[in-house]
């Protein structure tokens, strides 16, 4: 396809692709699909090798909400039966932190729910983050605490944060309709803050809220202008008990396309499989692994995924191999200067990236959305696939052993 052909030469060069291009990703046809999957790993190859980064979640604070995102089972009214506890102290959350660490993760993605931090809840996470990293060296640390006020970013930058998350989820036309507390551009200024506080930023999405194509592109083409480090990509996971329950729109081939189309766009950008991996990929989870190159490790905020180990087997069967603590994430050019991000050196993250997963904390999946959009996608209705959704009930929060 002339397309693709053009669309690995730009993700080569990192050459932005057009538009069309990219509503032509999320276009192609089911016959096409392995085509479009073997080119944009091979722009992913060119950036990142055959390497996979494993990320792991810590939920420092869980529902209660005051906020109102329509795909997070931790919003305000949700009556999902997520777990609901307030904050870990910093010695339950290095012993989270250290399980996930112990499975082969290098970044840790510390979790908070609420529109954002007070200054005593920075102090928290502050004394958190230096528990964290004193017991484990090289660990890159990510704060997802939501919205950050003037000098938050910078104090957390100064107590060891490497990369603060906050997704932008969807696209700046149609976020008023996921949720009226807080808006777009309430999130663009937290990403702007973190990136001006010298940590890596991340943000991503969250697909299948009833969006169109159209709107994908714009919030994969508002990420790529943010410049994050990370992009994570986050498929709803529709719970029970939030106002997108009924929004089963993806298929596990819609998802590799979404991803297909956010690696043209974002050619040499840590791109994340987030929340709802294996509810919505299923079987077709080794595909996306010649998309994306980092995925999370075991269970998400609220929900559990796959058993640690089988996250492990099944990149090592798929031909890839877990990136260690040694080696730098993001390409040289993105983190010229040091480590990680690139500001300062250091061991090398990569990049400042960031979580995701929280992305918009809550999401372990995203939002989800009734007909965000008019145009709601083609998308074939999917079935709902309830019985993939299981809430956690071990680890952060629990006497039970974390999911690593
Ligand atoms: S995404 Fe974050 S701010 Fe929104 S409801 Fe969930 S926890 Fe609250």
């Given amino acids: 396809m002339d397309l693709l052909t053009t669309l690995v030469d730009k993700g080569l060069r990192r050459e932005l692709p057009t538009r069309e291009e990219a509503l032509a990703v999320l276009a192609t046809s089911d016959d096409d699909l392995l085509d479009v999957v073997a080119a944009a790993g091979r722009v992913r190859r060119q950036w990142f090798g055959r390497r996979v980064k494993l990320n792991y979640l810590v939920n420092l604070k869980s529902g209660l909400c005051p906020e109102d995102c329509s795909y997070c089972s931790q919003r305000l009214g949700s009556t999902a039966g997520i777990l609901k506890y307030t904050w870990l102290k910093p010695d339950e ?183 709802g991996r294996e509810v919505h990929l299923r079987t077709m989870q080794p595909l996306a692994l010649h998309l994306a190159n980092s995925i999370f490790l075991g269970d998400y905020l609220t929900s559990e995924g796959q058993a640690g180990r089988a996250d492990l087997e099944m990149i090592a069967d798929a031909g890839f191999e877990v990136e260690g603590t040694g080696q730098v994430t993001l390409p040289e050019h993105r983190t010229a200067g040091g480590g990680c991000g690139s500001h300062e050196g250091g061991s090398g993250c990569g990049s400042h990236e960031g979580g995701s997963s929280c992305g918009s904390h809550g999401s372990d999946g995203g939002r989800g959305s009734h007909g965000v959009c008019g145009s709601a996608p083609a998308a074939t209705a999917q079935d709902a696939r309830t019985d993939l959704v299981a809430v956690r009930r071990r680890g952060a929060g629990t006497d039970l052993a974390p999911n690593a």
């Fill in 93 to 275: 959350a290095s012993k989270a932190a250290a399980a996930g660490l112990s499975g082969g993760a290098k970044r840790v993605c510390l979790v908070a729910s609420g529109r954002g931090p007070t200054d005593r809840d920075v102090d928290r996470v502050s004394d958190t983050i230096k528990a964290i990293k004193e017991q484990n060296e090289g660990v890159e640390v990510c704060a997802c605490l939501g919205l950050l006020s003037d000098g938050q970013a910078d104090r957390l930058r100064e107590a060891g944060a490497d990369a603060y998350n906050h997704n932008l989820n969807t696209s700046e036309a149609t976020y008023g309709d996921i949720t009226t507390t807080h808006t777009y551009a309430d999130r663009v200024d937290t990403v702007q803050k973190a990136h001006a506080a010298g940590l890596s930023a991340c943000s991503g999405l969250i697909a299948g809220m009833g969006e169109s194509d159209e709107d994908l592109v714009d919030v994969v083409f508002s990420l790529r202008e943010l410049d994050p480090d990370s992009v994570p990509v986050n498929f709803l996971i529709p719970f029970e008990g939030t106002p997108l329950a009924k929004e089963w729109n993806l298929t596990p081939q819609r998802c590799l396309r979404i991803l297909a189309m956010v690696r043209f766009v974002c050619p040499d950008v840590e791109v994340r499989i987030a929340g």
